[in-house]
């Protein structure tokens, strides 16, 4: 079976678990090697021991609200497999609440986790990608971006502001064989959802057409279409992958 990311090198963000951990399981599936990136470190290195050896998987403690540790990343990557062909900005947090009882701390904390560190990402990849005039970014947003969800002034502001500066970005570097495209993910079961109360969950559900949650696997599906070349002609976008919801 022919692969759709053989000889390329992914980083992904956030990857110690939830829909970075597919996306990685998937890449490594396709062939790639990968560079899994997280703030809890030592969930990191046993999740990509879990995907291979240190050929094919090395985990990487960083903080994706410092650049310095992005640029470490990045480097640590090169280091390693010689070059960053594929990285996923994924990496992130919720803080719900309502305006009236949000914190300006629990508001800075979003914006600084997604992003400002999808915005490390995305410049520090490009710098790389541009030399070598060839390379894909993902960056995770999420439909409530789109529509803007109550409780999430916070996490809406930065999941629409990742669309405008992944647009701004692939503007940037179009022209240097660098791709930039994001993710809307609607409804994914994993540990950030399934924190929900049931009552919200429900709520959400009767908004899908396809009327179920997305599993992780289904991001990394689309993650490895932009990642590979079957996309090779698209910048730019913004893919949701919602069942339907918002649409
Ligand atoms: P998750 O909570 O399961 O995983 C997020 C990972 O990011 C964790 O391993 C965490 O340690 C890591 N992380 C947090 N702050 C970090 C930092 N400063 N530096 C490095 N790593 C950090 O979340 P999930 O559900 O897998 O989400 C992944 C991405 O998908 C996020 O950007 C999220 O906003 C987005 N998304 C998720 C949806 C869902 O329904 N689960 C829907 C729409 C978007």
Redesign the pocket.
Known sequence: MSQLLSGKTAVI??????????IAERFVAEGARVVL????AE??MAAAAGLGDDSVARGVA?????GD?VERLIASAVDAFGAVDVMV??????RDATMRKMTEDQFDQVI???LK?TWHGTRTAAAHMRERRSGSIIN?????GKVGLMGQTN?SAA?AGIVGLSKAAAKEVAYLGVRVNA???????????EAMPERIWEQKMTEIPMAR??E?SE?AGVATFLASDLSSYMTGTVLEVTGGRHM
């Open positions: 963000t956030g990857s110690a678990q939830g829909i970075g951990l597919a990136a997280d703030l809890n969930q990191v960083c903080d994706v609200t410092s540790d900005n994924n990496a992130g947090i919720t600084a986790v997604h560190g995770l947003s999420s439909i409530s996490y999941k993710i809307q993910p609607g409804l994914i079961r994993t540990a950030m959802t949650a997305g992780p991001i």
